[in-house]
T-cell receptor
Framework: SQQGEEDPQALSIQEGENATMNCSYKTSINNLQWYRQNSGRGLVHLILIRSNEREKHSGRLRVTLDTSKKSSSLLITASRAADTASYFCARGSNYKLTFGKGTLLTVNP | GAVVSQHPSRVICKSGTSVKIECRSLDFQATTMFWYRQFPKQSLMLMATSNEGSKATYEQGVEKDKFLINHASLTLSTLTVTSAHPEDSSFYIC????????????FGPGTRLTVT
């Protein structure tokens, strides 16, 4: 499979804790993107990291990319109940995206 | 900015009928739009890439005669599910890539299709 694969499949934490989700992929990329999806809704773009970048920040989000290990991680700090959603990584190549299966994050108040 | 809409949000149709789903970029021009389908608690699977003014490029295993895609303008792409069957029931999501050439895609809210 050329999909990115997220780990864990599901994560439940308490509000205020940090959440870390991992993504692995098999083929080469020129970028890797993280998206968020609330149940039954469309996807919201969170952050894009290019293959020549190692780390990127956006607000409470921190993404790392290790091309030698073909893996990426998304860290959400100081989580809030509103962060409850599914999070997908997507491998970007030639403007096409290949999505992983996602991590369902539940933040308990 | 970068808002994408889809219509309808939900549709129920009878087996054998055809259903059209519209995807519009509201505040930007989209040279390329993408159509995905998503089964419950599953990943998004790319069905086809739609380029304005040209034929869509379908992914392997997607029947182009069943899933008709038209991208007649820089703000509108349509997906028509022809002769729908219950196995076509799914969540269909479109996305758009802007003219600026960035890699990000902007997603519509999705259309829930139920074929009875």
């Amino acid at each position: 499979s050329q999909q990115g694969e997220e780990d864990p499949q599901a994560l439940s934490i308490q509000e205020g804790e940090n959440a870390t989700m991992n993504c692995s992929y098999k083929t080469s990329i020129n970028n890797l993107q993280w998206y968020r999806q609330n149940s039954g809704r469309g996807l919201v773009h969170l952050i894009l990291i290019r293959s020549n970048e190692r780390e990127k920040h956006s607000g409470r989000l921190r993404v790392t990319l290790d091309t030698s290990k073909k893996s990426s991680s998304l860290l959400i700090t100081a989580s809030r109940a509103a962060d409850t959603a599914s999070y997908f990584c997507a491998r970007g190549s030639n403007y096409k995206l290949t999505f992983g299966k996602g991590t369902l994050l539940t933040v308990n108040p | 900015g970068a808002v994408v809409s889809q219509h309808p949000s939900r549709v129920i149709c009878k087996s054998g009928t055809s259903v059209k789903i519209e995807c519009r970029s509201l505040d930007f021009q989209a040279t390329t739009m993408f159509w995905y389908r998503q089964f419950p608690k599953q990943s998004l699977m790319l069905m086809a890439t739609s380029n304005e003014g040209s034929k869509a490029t379908y992914e392997q295993g997607v029947e182009k005669d069943k899933f008709l895609i038209n991208h007649a303008s820089l703000t509108l792409s349509t997906l028509t599910v022809t002769s729908a069957h219950p196995e076509d029931s799914s969540f269909y999501i479109c996305s758009a890539k802007g003219l600026a050439g960035g890699y990000e895609q902007y997603f519509g809210p999705g259309t829930r299709l139920t074929v009875t």
